[in-house]
T-cell receptor
């Protein structure tokens, strides 16, 4: 069974702190996507990671991909309240499927 | 540029009533189209996807159906809604299977079945 697991599921952190969200997947894949969802809203694309070792950064967020370990990380640096949201990773298996496999999501709350 | 439209934004329907949600994409041709459902506080469940007109793949047995009558139009329907059909419905598109941009999601429809 194809699985994409995110850890932690819930994260409450203080402003100014650093933390990492992990996305582990069980299938062979060479591309991984991160999305952000604000409460009551749709998903917006954050990062697209297309190869082993890919690293992307936008503001206080940095995402990386290790296809050999089947692991992606989303690192938060000096968190601010505006980063409070739910973050999803999604994997496209190399098997030829058209379906992205989404992780369970990590609900992040940054406390002022 | 490409845009995706989804409507209505919110819907309250009684149990047993029909449903029709519509999604259209502009500025591209032959997109891959997807319908997802998200229960409150939960993850995403893929319901249907389509890689071309009239081509629909169903992911879970359920009370819903999908159709793609035109290249850039994707419709989610039900003949009789159940309470369990409540949720946040998201349409998404991608230009091809291995898009470097991933999915782009519509703004969603929040359906409450009462």
């Amino acid at each position: 069974e194809l699985k994409v697991e995110q850890n932690p599921l819930f994260l409450s952190m203080q402003e100014g702190k650093n933390y990492t969200i992990y996305c582990n997947y069980s299938t062979t894949s060479d591309r991984l996507y991160w999305y952000r969802q604000d409460p009551g809203k749709s998903l917006e694309s954050l990062f697209v990671l297309l190869s082993n070792g890919a690293v992307k950064q936008e503001g206080r967020l940095m995402a990386s991909l290790d296809t050999k370990a089947r692991l992606s990380t989303l690192h938060i640096t000096a968190a601010v309240h505006d980063l409070s949201a739910t973050y999803f990773c999604a994997v496209l298996p190399t098997s030829g499927t058209y379906k992205y496999i989404f992780g369970t999501g990590t609900r992040l709350k940054v406390l002022a | 540029s490409q845009t995706i439209h989804q409507w209505p934004a919110t819907l309250v329907q009684p149990v047993g009533s029909p449903l029709s949600l519509e999604c259209t994409v502009e500025g591209t041709s032959n997109p891959n189209l997807y319908w997802y459902r998200q229960a409150a506080g939960r993850g995403l469940q893929l319901l249907f996807y389509s890689v071309g007109i009239g081509q629909i793949s169903s992911e879970v047995p359920q009370n819903l159906s999908a159709s793609r009558p035109q290249d850039r139009q994707f419709i989610l329907s039900s003949k009789k809604l159940l309470l369990s059909d409540s949720g946040f419905y998201l349409c998404a598109w991608s230009p091809d299977r291995r898009s470097t941009y991933g999915y782009t999601f519509g703004s969603g429809t929040r359906l409450t079945v009462v």
